[in-house]
């Protein structure tokens, strides 16, 4: 049995309540049995307690926090009692949303209190995808209308949408569904990059990496969408043709695990099989490292810039370049740099920049 919990987020007024009616209609073509979980903000707002009713904004945050994560609880312990093969659950919103509405030191008292911590709340989820707001680029689309909780001027809109991919900003997987030529163009482009991260109908990784100058990691570590976490990568013995590795990540202490088989395509392509570990699972895979690699250890900035979400990873071994990793669903998407970055070559195609061949001893 497969289970997968993904969140959809996104400013305000950016169409959350048809799409998931569109991953309702069409996943479960997809052989998936899909479980939602209903956003906590605007059940708690719509039954009377609000942010401004609230003795203060922390604790009306601190019953939303609390509340969110027990539904994903449940969620998923009633999941793991289905007769079912693959479950997705959605959740409409998760935890670090809350972040987009409070300061800095509201969240960390927040954290300090639930004994948790921004990591482990923004990784506790698979995938995340972030609808853009109407109000940045579809203004004639924005409307208070349709949600009773919805209270946002357009400017208030656009910048609560940056606070939000702000928040999100440091997960594995996170993906910027822009407004597109339609509504209905928007809608399409999350679909499928909801297929690609499950596999569907391939798992396949489409990825381009380039080599670059060091960058300045001061200029990195103050923007508001980019954030550090520390990578361990082992590579284990594997069949001819196939690349098995596990990877630790995290920051603050929390980190998570996975296992991912890797088959080549082409260049450009390979199939990738990944799933979560737990901390046990991944301790007895590196039983079987291979002993002819040793492991990578590495320091990952994920960056969003124009919608794209880069990985730049700084290497102990190299200190006048580094590389810069973005995955694509579509091979054919034009990729812009961020101007910050300066580029030395394109090397997608070179094996000697790839993970595995620095790995080796």
């Known amino acids: 049995m497969t289970i997968r919990k993904i969140v ?8 959350k309540t048809t799409a998931l009616s569109w991953i309702a209609n069409n996943l479960p073509q997809k052989g998936y049995t899909v479980l939602f979980v209903p956003e906590t903000a605007t059940e708690l707002i ?26 994903e609880r449940l969620f998923e312990r009633g999941a793991r009692t289905m007769p079912a093969d693959k479950v997705l659950i959605v959740c409409d919103r998760g935890a670090m949303d809350n972040k987009g509405y409070m300061t800095d030191e509201e ?5 300090r209190e639930m004994n948790t911590s921004v990591p482990e709340l923004r990784d506790r989820y698979d995938a995340v995808f972030h609808l853009v707001t109407a109000a ?10 349709n949600n009773a909780a919805r209270y946002e001027t357009p400017e208030q809109a656009a910048a609560l949408d940056d606070r939000i991919i702000a928040a999100w900003t440091g997960h594995p997987h996170l993906r910027i569904i822009a407004n597109g030529t339609s509504f209905e163009s928007k809608l399409e482009h999350l679909l499928r990059e909801i297929l690609s991260f499950l596999g569907e109908p391939v798992p396949l990784e489409i990825e381009r990496k380039f080599l670059i100058e060091y960058p300045d990691v001061e200029w990195l570590e103050n923007q508001p969408n980019c954030r550090r976490v520390d990578i361990s990568q082992t590579y284990l013995l594997s069949n001819p043709g196939e690349e098995v590795r596990v990877r630790q990540q995290g920051s603050d202490g929390y980190y998570t695990y996975y296992e991912t088989v890797k088959t080549p395509v082409n260049d450009l392509k390979r199939v990738e099989i990944e799933r979560r570990l737990t901390q046990k699972e991944y301790l007895n895979r590196l039983m079987n490292a291979d002993p002819n690699k040793r492991t990578i250890r590495k320091t990952r900035y994920r960056l969003i810039h124009q919608g794209q979400y880069f990985e730049i990873d700084l290497f102990p071994f190299w200190t006048d370049r580094a590389i810069c990793e973005i ?15 300066r ?8 094996p000697a920049y790839r993970n595995a061949a620095l790995a080796e001893n």
């Open 8 to 15: 959809i987020t996104g400013g305000p007024c950016a169409g």
């Open 46 to 71: 719509g039954g009377g307690l609000t942010p401004w009713g609230c003795g203060t904004n922390l604790d009306y945050q601190r019953c939303q926090m609390e509340l969110q994560l027990t539904k």
């Open 107 to 111: 969240f960390s008292q927040l954290c």
């Open 136 to 145: 940045k680029g579809a203004i004639e689309a924005y409307s208070l209308a």
């Open 327 to 341: 995955e694509l669903s579509d091979e054919h998407a034009p990729v812009v740099l961020p101007p910050k970055l």
């Open 343 to 350: 580029l030395i070559r394109e090397v997608t195609d070179d």
